[in-house]
């Protein structure tokens, strides 16, 4: 599985983007997709999944309700809508893809990483 993530930029506080993390290579129905974030000098921490084949979406506390995440099985690509956006919402964004039956919220349960895509709010 290859992951490539794009359209991160820099907004405005308030403003809002949207990230597409396009899938190839062998896909999964049963895959959880999942977004984490990393900001300088931070851990990364999880920020939303889905699961391919199946409704059910998950969110951290710091994002839900201005982030949404969604999936276009025809393009084999999942989006991560973010609204609302903040200045602790800076950080390189990674897609990542978890093939086994762990949780979605660690990292460590992803098998599969995009490179990152750099999303700067200003204030």
């Known amino acids: 599985v290859q992951l490539q993530a794009s359209g991160g930029g820099l907004v405005q506080a308030g403003g809002s983007l949207r990230l597409s993390c396009a899938a190839s290579g062998r896909t999964f129905v049963s895959a959880k997709m999942g977004w984490f974030r990393q900001a300088p000098g931070k851990e990364r921490e999880f920020v939303a999944a889905?699961?391919?084949?199946?409704?059910?979406?998950w969110y951290s506390d710091s994002v839900k309700g201005r982030f949404f995440i969604s999936r276009d099985n025809a393009k084999d690509t999942v989006y991560l809508q973010m609204n609302s956006l903040k200045p602790e919402d800076t950080a390189v964004y990674y897609c990542?893809?978890?093939?086994?039956?762990?949780?979605?919220?660690?990292?460590?349960?992803?098998?599969?990483w995009g490179q990152g895509t750099l999303v700067t709010v200003s204030s």
């Open positions: 990542a893809a978890a093939l086994g039956p762990s949780s979605v919220f660690y990292s460590s349960s992803y098998e599969y």
């Open positions: 889905l699961r391919w084949g199946r409704t059910g979406t």
